[in-house]
């Protein structure tokens, strides 16, 4: 009788999130998570495809699971993003797994436990319109002080970036019913968490109706009532005023005047915005399918510059897409030279099965100035990093307190509003405490300070 399993996690915030709806949902069923692959008789691989990279790491580690599996009898299940994509014959012949199943199916995953024998393995990836969890609170594992925790609002991707493959792995794009939402946020807030992460592959296009959740089929004649994404951050800010709110992932194409609005009016939402750009070439971001040029992405930073001076502003940025040159490269030099970013997540470009770029256009670029590009925009960044951090010596910032320093336990480290991390000398505060801290001196992606009361 299989009853402990453990999840190994790869990939996003949305994979954390999932994998605690998978405990909660096993938990229901009487199976015991635990934190110890040797110590399970179900072991779960939450899995990623966003980069090649990701997929072979997964690969490497099924080897390893795969000599654990002989030596017991673990039952080994793949679930998550590469669900669709990997030859399931390959692995079931191999017997590295017992059963694949996609994002929208954990609420299965009792019965197929259960229907497991020698000979059966379960595979039948399907993607749902509707699914979106939102009846299931998921049980708190990460994060052990219980300070900050995710909550899903949305899930899948309509946008179709020729470059992805998420619009594949998870689907259609669906949004969870705004009260479920407070609801979740207000059980967290009653639980001692301080701070929440609004999570969705593009959060600005969260939409919901009473009758219709599904945007596309919302008709204009409904006469429910439409909640969007500023609405719904406005709805958590005023129920929840004493909690932090952040969001993840922000599509440029969408952010509409009203969320930037909302940000600024509201204390308790920080003053960060993640903005992917990913060129900064126009002609890249057609071939991207990006829906916004370059002159758009800057009026709309110069939008929220202009409302919310204070805002921190960080992107992800591919380099070495099909046909990139190097002066598109330049182009992307120069963007980031003339916003000046906080900081951003790079990447080189990854030619995914399944994706438009994959079946049309050509992987042209080398590795070699793939990372060439790459590392030239990393070392802009941190001069900019720098700079920018800089100007925060001898200001005053609200630090929400995490945890222990990394380098030295005498030390807390915390956020500001803008997410940037601060490191300052423990005197009597405690995890969970808001506590104002003088700036006296930064590095590159750190702001070291000293309590100021
Ligand atoms: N290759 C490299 N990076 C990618 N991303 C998405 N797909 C790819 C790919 N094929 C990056 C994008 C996205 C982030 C989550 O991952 O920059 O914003
Ligand atoms: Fe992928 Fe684009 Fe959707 Fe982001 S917005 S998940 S990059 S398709």
Known sequence: ??????????????????????????????????????????????????????????????????????????????????????????????????????????????????????????????????????DIFPTKIYNRNKITSYVTISRGCDNMCTFCVVPFTRGRERSKSPNNILKECKRLYNMGYKEITLLGQNVDSYLWTKKNYIKKKIKKTSRDKIVNFSNLLELIAKNIPNMRIRFCTSNPHDMSIDVISTIKKYNNICKYIHLPVQSGSNRILKLMNRKYTRLEYIKLIELIKNKIPDCAISYDIITGFCTETEKDHIDTLNLMEYIKYDFGYMFCYSHRKGTYAYNKLKDDVSIEKKKKRLKEIINLQRKHSYEILNKYVNTIQEVLIEGNSKKDKNYWFGRNSQNTLVVFKKKNEKIGDFVNVKVLKNTSATLIGERIK
């Open 1 to 134: 009788m299989l009853n402990t399993f453990y999840i190994e996690n790869y990939g996003c915030q949305m994979n954390i999130y999932d994998n605690e709806l998978i405990i909660s949902i096993l938990k229901k069923n009487n199976y015991y998570y635990v934190d110890n692959i040797f110590m399970a008789d179900l072991i779960l691989i939450n899995t990623c495809s966003i980069r090649e990279k990701a997929e072979t790491t997964i690969h490497n580690r099924l080897l390893y699971i795969n000599s654990l599996k002989r030596k017991t009898s673990k039952i080994i299940g793949l679930i998550g993003c590469m669900a669709r994509r990997i030859n399931s014959n390959y692995y079931f012949k191999k017997k590295f797994l017992d059963f694949i199943l996609g994002p929208d199916q954990y609420r299965e995953l009792p019965n197929i436990i259960k229907s497991l024998n020698d000979n059966r393995y379960f595979s039948n990836i399907i993607l749902s319109n509707e699914e979106t969890y939102s």
